[in-house]
């Protein structure tokens, strides 16, 4: 791999040449471990060799052709270069986590003597809220999404099968893409979904979508089926598997009908952990069931919720 292929805008070195074959050979090196070791997906893989080629870019620009410049004057140079072309705070925060673990890496491995990340301080992200729908918008969607497949077409029946499985479960939209039809349990209303770093966790879903994955599997897939779909789920109109951005298009296709504020499939992920959490549910078990690695990321979720904690403190504070 050359610093080209990680890079949608590769820069070159100061002189106009070539990247050093060393910083190369670390880059394919690096990219082999998150691949093979670490097992991301291809998109987190693509955002961790872009930044680091940014990192090693700038290296070399200071003057060093290996590691040997790497130390927390360069990373840190290397940030304040990044926010001085006005990048946003969530993007600093990637990037410095994005340093942290390669420098982790390249000192395990002996490709550096200390670890200058571990001394480097990570940019507070900007953590927007996500938006989501309320009830009356979401049953007015997934009803909409009904409608249209009452036809009793098998790309209706599909996208009803999608639509009431993304809320029903707030999976993530790569992860529905993936399916195999040996990850749904029928009997016991559970899916089995490999997410970030192939962690496998199991998901049920209720009874709207149970019976709208029934119909699409025992009814409408055969239909679109050919040779060699394989064990996917959900198939596209010619009988592949489906892509992300077929599922994307259909949401804000089923929104739109019914003038909802726009979401992403995203969106509806963020909508099932929010009416999760207003019907009762514990943060630890939201987190469990989105897959978050830490809970501070499920934590996001719970300012949707202060119509609930009002009510239940004007029910029984006695000041309230």
């Known amino acids: 791999m050359t610093p080209g292929e990680v890079s949608a805008n590769p820069s070159p070195t100061p002189d106009g040449t070539a990247w050093p074959e060393g910083l ?19 998109h987190s893989v693509r955002a961790y060799l872009g930044d680091i080629a940014d990192l090693l870019d700038h290296l070399i620009r200071l003057g060093h052709n290996d590691l040997s410049g790497l130390d927390i004057r360069a990373l840190r140079s ?126 049920p879903y209720g009874v709207p979508a149970a019976k709208a994955l029934d119909c699409w599997l025992t009814e409408a897939r055969p239909q679109l089926a050919r040779t060699g779909s394989g064990p996917a789920v959900f198939l596209g109109a010619r009988g592949g598997r489906i892509d992300q951005r077929a599922v994307r298009r259909l949401v804000h296709e089923r929104i739109a009908v019914v003038e909802a504020p726009d979401l992403s499939p995203h969106g509806l992920r963020h909508t099932a952990a929010t009416h999760l959490l207003e019907g009762g549910a514990d943060l630890r078990s939201v987190q469990e069931l989105l897959g978050h690695a830490s809970l501070a990321t499920t934590q996001i979720y719970t300012h949707v919720s202060t119509d609930r904690l009002r009510k239940a403190y004007e029910q029984a504070h006695p000041r309230a």
């Open 24 to 42: 190369t050979v670390l880059l394919t090196d690096y990219e082999r471990h998150l691949t093979a070791e670490r097992d991301l997906s291809k």
């Open 78 to 203: 290397w940030l304040a270069k990044q926010q001085s072309l006005g990048k946003s705070r969530s993007t600093m925060s990637r990037r410095a986590t994005a340093a942290r673990v390669f420098t982790a890496w390249a000192h395990r491995t002996g490709r550096i003597a200390t670890d200058p990340g571990a001394l480097l301080a990570s940019p507070r992200p900007h953590k927007s809220l996500p938006g989501v729908l309320n009830l009356t918008d979401t049953r007015a969607v997934l009803d909409a999404a009904a409608v249209a497949a009452d036809d009793g077409s098998p790309v209706g029946l599909r996208d009803l099968a999608i639509m009431e499985l993304l809320y029903a479960t707030g999976i993530r939209v790569g992860e529905l893409c993936s399916l195999d039809i040996d990850d749904i349990d029928t009997s016991r209303r559970v899916v089995r979904v490999f997410g970030k770093g192939r962690k496998e966790r199991s998901v």
